[in-house]
């Protein structure tokens, strides 16, 4: 090779890092994200089985379903893992991230409807998924890197793969704070600010009206408790 082809180009650099976070950063990042969500996720596992038996989930089952959940992935990482071989061969090592990214949206998409679906089932299920996910990155990035990458730069790129899977681990850590994502509530506008964009019909003063709720919410409560009818106030 030349001395051209020895230094990393934008191209290389750039492949290497969305392969990474694509792949990586997604392993690492499920690895640590179950843990923060944890009682959340429990008490939820608890209230469908309420719903729809009309009785309380045994402490033994709730361990159970929980400890499938938790372990579900590794197992799927296993299976990921008898996949690579076969996937490489046919696919090829780009092929094969592409294809993997089928066994990392599915699963979003899923543990995304369980609630809506009022189904823990299907987070099980997602889990296993997405340890396939896992399972298949583990093992061809590294060697998608170290085909892609020159001689002199081998070494430097095999360690981004173990990068991106710290940073994703740290990453999940960070956003399971309770005060960030690790809790029970959703970001969400509430009914009350539709309340107001309906009181105030025209454009700009609902945009005021909007303004005035996120600059401060007491300012709401306040105007609802004096001037909204009982009805708005059950929906708060």
């Known amino acids: 090779r030349s001395a051209q082809d020895e230094i990393l180009t934008t191209v290389l650099a750039l492949s290497t890092l969305i392969s990474a976070f694509g792949s990586s950063f997604q392993y690492g990042y499920n690895v640590a994200v179950i843990n923060s969500p944890a009682p959340y996720m429990q008490e939820f596992y608890n209230t469908t089985h309420m719903e729809r038996y009309k009785t309380e989930m045994g402490q033994n089952l709730l361990t159970l379903l929980w400890s499938l959940s938790v372990s579900m992935y590794p197992l799927g990482g296993f299976f990921g893992s008898l996949m690579v071989a076969p996937l490489?061969?046919?696919?090829?090592?780009?092929?094969?991230?592409?294809?993997?990214?089928?066994?990392?949206?599915?699963?979003?998409?899923?543990?995304?409807?369980?609630?809506?679906?009022?189904?823990?089932?299907?987070?099980?299920?997602?889990?296993?998924?997405?340890?396939?996910?896992?399972?298949?990155?583990?093992?061809?990035?590294?060697?998608?890197?170290?085909?892609?990458?020159?001689?002199?730069?081998?070494?430097?790129?095999?360690?981004?793969?173990?990068?991106?899977?710290?940073?994703?681990i740290l990453s999940a850590q960070v956003l399971g704070i309770r005060n960030i994502l690790g809790n029970s509530e959703v970001p969400h506008l509430h009914t009350d600010t539709l309340y107001l964009c309906h009181t105030y019909s025209t454009s700009h003063h609902c945009l005021k009206a909007l303004t005035h709720v996120l600059n401060n919410t007491n300012v709401l409560l306040r105007h609802m408790q004096t001037t909204a009818p009982l009805s708005v106030l059950s929906c708060l």
């Open 88 to 168: 490489v061969n046919h696919l090829g090592r780009k092929g094969t991230l592409l294809f993997n990214n089928i066994f990392s949206i599915v699963p979003a998409v899923m543990m995304g409807a369980s609630e809506v679906a009022k189904s823990y089932e299907i987070i099980i299920v997602a889990r296993f998924i997405v340890g396939i996910c896992a399972g298949l990155s583990s093992n061809v990035v590294p060697m998608y890197f170290g085909e892609l990458s020159p001689k002199n730069l081998r070494g430097a790129l095999g360690i981004v793969p173990e990068l991106f899977i710290t940073i994703g």
